[in-house]
T-cell receptor, first 109, second 118 residues
């Protein structure tokens, strides 16, 4: 039972362009959604989150959009930089956190 | 502020041996989590502590895994005996309260302990 899905295992984007990472969920009881970034041999680091009562949250180059009717969220990175190359996990919270399987982003210089 | 500390960073053992991982959360964080991340998958919650009490251990394979958080601070995760499928990164995370950081819901992760079972 995979309640949080990231259907794209990998994504390649040119430097300076927009990266869009997607995440779908099934449980309407999730009240918070988070994005984490993970470099090899390091722990996940928090990027940005959004409450279920909002539809957009922005922090610098990172924006998260939430579409509750479609049970879909996306992370936009503009402009993409080579240092953004990492694995990105979305996570959703009820009384515990459920993580997706991750999307590997590669930003090409 | 010091982050979540974990040790060892890497461990290689043979199947049927035992292993223990240690986690020291951020000072003052009441909630501590152990996650298992198998290659190509997302982190999966093994156990969640609130102070020294267990909140959720529904996905902990209790026949071989055990965890404790004595005095509500440090925690130890043990595997005995290990199986090949236990090869994974074991991530410890902490938060001030059970719902993560106020306003963001953030969990703070350590660097993880990578286990290889041969």
């Amino acid at each position: 039972d995979q309640q949080v899905k990231q259907n794209s295992p990998s994504l390649s984007v040119q430097e300076g362009r927009i990266s869009i990472l997607n995440c779908d969920y099934t449980n309407s009881m999730f009240d918070y959604f988070l994005w984490y970034k993970k470099y090899p041999a390091e722990g996940p680091t928090f990027l940005i989150s959004i409450s279920s009562i909002k539809d957009k949250n922005e922090d610098g180059r990172f924006t998260v959009f939430l579409n509750k009717s479609a049970k879909h969220l996306s992370l936009h990175i503009v402009p993409s930089q080579p240092g953004d190359s990492a694995v990105y996990f979305c996570a959703a919270r009820t009384y515990k956190y459920i993580f997706g399987t991750g999307t590997r982003l590669k930003v090409l210089a | 502020e010091a982050g979540v500390a974990q040790s060892p960073r890497y461990k290689i053992i043979e199947k049927r041996q035992s292993v223990a991982f240690w986690c020291n959360p951020i000072s003052g964080h009441a909630t501590l989590y152990w996650y298992q991340q198998i290659l190509g998958q997302g982190p999966k919650l093994l156990i969640q502590f609130q102070n020294n009490g267990v909140v959720d251990d529904s996905q902990l394979p209790k026949d071989r895994f055990s965890a404790e958080r004595l005095k509500g601070v440090d925690s130890t995760l043990k595997i005995q005996p290990a199986k090949l499928e236990d090869s994974a990164v074991y991530l410890c995370a902490s938060s001030l309260v059970g719902g993560g950081a106020p306003n963001t819901g953030e969990l703070f992760f350590g660097e993880g302990s990578r286990l290889t079972v041969l």
